[in-house]
């Protein structure tokens, strides 16, 4: 079964995905089609929220030692 991407971006329903996913598939619908400019700080601030929403909304700590700021 083959879907196009905004079928794709449905299919997350009311899950914490659905509205940064379907942000992203309109970004690449925009660009892909020419009905504007990509927009990579957009396109970078939502998935970032993918991101976070997938940690649960925790704050990465990165490489720090333990207990280093």
Do not use: C, H, W
Not at 1 to 7: A, D, N, V
Not at 8 to 32: C, D, H, W
Request: net charge neutral; charged share 20%.
């Amino acid at each position: 079964m083959s879907q196009t991407p905004l079928e794709f971006a449905s299919g997350f329903g009311a899950s914490k995905l659905a509205n940064p996913v379907m942000a992203i598939t309109e970004l690449y619908q925009s660009a892909r089609f020419g009905a504007g400019d990509f927009d990579e700080g957009a396109m970078s601030s939502q998935l970032q929220q993918i991101f976070e929403r997938l940690r649960g909304g925790r704050e990465r700590r990165g490489n720090n030692p333990a207990g280093a700021s």
